[in-house]
């Protein structure tokens, strides 16, 4: 059973940078298409970056140019640097691992606040 936890998570100021980490235990990492994700309040989870087992990565537009994902397989990790983050940035942010078509796990979730 894979079991992810996300940390890195907390309060910045708009313009500042958090780096989070998704730890993976379980399953077998290398293998999967990690994602992050993130949830503000009274909207939809919405997705952020993906990178595939090979390293094929994709953004959204709203964090393409920000933010970063990369994954460290003899960790099993993966990473999402957010850089020029903003207040509109702020949510729950999810890591989440594609085992294989319509079977995901999800990480708890940690906080993100921007604010000055």
């Known amino acids: 059973q894979v079991q992810l936890v996300e940390s890195g998570g907390g309060l910045v100021q708009p313009g500042g940078s958090l780096r989070l980490s998704c730890a993976a235990t379980?399953?077998?990492?290398?293998?999967?298409?990690m994602g992050w994700y993130r949830q503000a309040p009274g909207k939809e989870r919405e997705v952020l970056a993906t990178?595939?087992?090979?390293?094929?990565?994709l953004y959204a537009d709203s964090v393409k140019g920000r933010f970063t994902i990369s994954r460290d397989n003899a960790k099993t990790t993966v990473y999402l640097q957010m850089n020029s983050l903003k207040p509109e940035d702020t949510a729950v942010y999810y890591c989440?691992?594609?085992?294989?078509?319509?079977?995901?796990?999800w990480g708890q979730g940690t906080q993100v606040t921007v604010s000055s």
């Open positions: 989440n691992a594609n085992i294989r078509p319509g079977v995901n796990a």
């Open positions: 379980g399953g077998m990492f290398s293998s999967y298409t």
């Open positions: 990178i595939t087992h090979f390293g094929g990565i």
